[in-house]
C-alpha cells in the first residue's frame, strides 16, 4: 500500500514528490477524549467466559496430544501406551 503511494508521488510529482514535507503543526487546544465506558461484567457471565476458555484451552490440548502420539506412531510403527486419564 505504501509503496503504491510513493510509485504515484514519483510519477505525478518526480523525485520532489517523495521529499519528507514539514509536519503540520498540533493545534495548543487539546481535544477532549472520550472516556471508554467499561461495561461491567457480572461474576456468573465472568465465569461462563472462563469455562468457556479452560474448554478450548482444554480441546486445544487433547487435539495436540493425539497429533504427537500419531506422530510418534508414524515414525517409530509402534503404538503408543494408552494416556491415564
Keep these: 500500500f505504501v ?9 505525478n510529482q518526480g523525485a520532489e514528490g ?4 514539514p ?10 477524549k ?7 461484567t457480572t461474576p456468573h457471565e465472568e465465569l ?5 476458555y479452560l474448554r478450548a484451552e ?7 496430544q493425539a497429533l504427537v502420539e500419531e506422530r510418534i506412531v508414524r515414525e517409530s510403527g509402534k503404538e503408543p501406551k494408552p494416556s491415564k486419564d
Design 3 to 11: 509503496i503504491r503511494q510513493w510509485e504515484r508521488l514519483y510519477q
Design 18 to 21: 517523495l521529499r519528507r514535507k
Design 23 to 32: 509536519q503540520r503543526r498540533r493545534s495548543a487546544m487539546s481535544k477532549s
Design 34 to 40: 472520550t472516556k471508554k465506558v467499561k461495561l461491567k
Design 48 to 52: 461462563l467466559k472462563e469455562l468457556e
Design 58 to 64: 482444554n480441546a486445544y490440548l487433547k487435539k495436540l
